[in-house]
């Protein structure tokens, strides 16, 4: 597609529920990034994927949050039994490369209750 | 430990006067920056960057400065529009981890007519 789409737009999960947010990031660009932005916080590095490489998951801030990218292209970020605390827009960004300058999405807000 | 710091949550200028967008960083280690402007509910979008080889990246209205032994760089926009309001995050790159991304919190800005 023209850019890095993310679904869902919104939201809403009780607490303790399980979340998957989705990331197509634009084709042919081989790196993807996760970022989060909790409320008055910059953004914030959750996890790195660059090719058939090995993630860099040095982000995540706990075992609950996992991603994966299917293919070489979707990606899925899952948070398990999410806490009040998890609630942030969820950013994901791709580039043809690392170290290039990225393209957002529009991101995928996450409240939970 | 916030590696990249924007200390003005905000900032309100007039429609042609100049703005300018202040940001400090820790780490000697980062070697290229990069400033992102965002509106809301949407993502980050690259605006302009610089080396830390330069102390001085110009386009359009847009000049990013870099002092390096002050470790500080700041967007300068002349003249400011109404359209360039919108939260701003400088970012930096270091050379060994040359994806991550470490972003400040943002300053937003307001060009008011």
């Known amino acids: 597609g023209a850019g890095v789409s993310q679904s869902p737009s919104n939201k809403v999960t009780e607490k303790g529920k399980d979340v998957e947010l989705r990331c197509d990031p634009i084709s042919g660009h081989t790196a993807l990034y996760w970022y989060r932005q909790s409320l008055g916080q910059g953004l914030e590095f959750l996890i790195y994927?660059?090719?058939?490489?090995?993630?860099?998951k040095s982000g995540l801030p706990s075992d609950r949050f996992s991603a994966e990218r299917t293919g070489g292209s979707v990606s899925t970020l899952t948070i398990q039994r999410t806490q009040q605390e998890d609630s942030a827009v969820y950013l994901c960004?791709?580039?043809?490369?690392?170290?290039?300058?990225?393209?957002f999405g529009s991101g995928t807000r996450l409240t939970v209750v | 430990d916030q590696q990249v710091k924007q200390n003005s949550p905000s900032l309100s200028v007039q429609e042609g006067r100049i703005s300018i967008l202040n940001c400090d960083y820790t780490n000697s280690m980062f070697d290229y920056f990069l400033w992102y402007k965002k509106y809301p509910a949407e993502g980050p979008t690259f605006l302009i960057s610089?080396?830390?080889?330069?102390d001085k990246n110009e386009d359009g209205r847009f000049t990013v400065f870099l002092n390096k032994s002050a470790k500080h760089l700041s967007l300068h926009i002349v003249p400011s529009q109404p359209g360039d309001s919108a939260v701003y995050f400088c970012?930096?790159?270091?050379?060994?981890?040359?994806?991550?991304?470490?972003f400040g919190k943002g300053t937003l800005l307001t060009v008011n007519p």
């Open positions: 970012a930096a790159r270091s050379g060994g981890s040359n994806y991550k991304l470490t």
């Open positions: 994927f660059q090719g058939n490489s090995a993630p860099d």
């Open positions: 610089i080396s830390s080889i330069k």
């Open positions: 960004a791709s580039s043809i490369d690392r170290g290039t300058g990225y393209t």
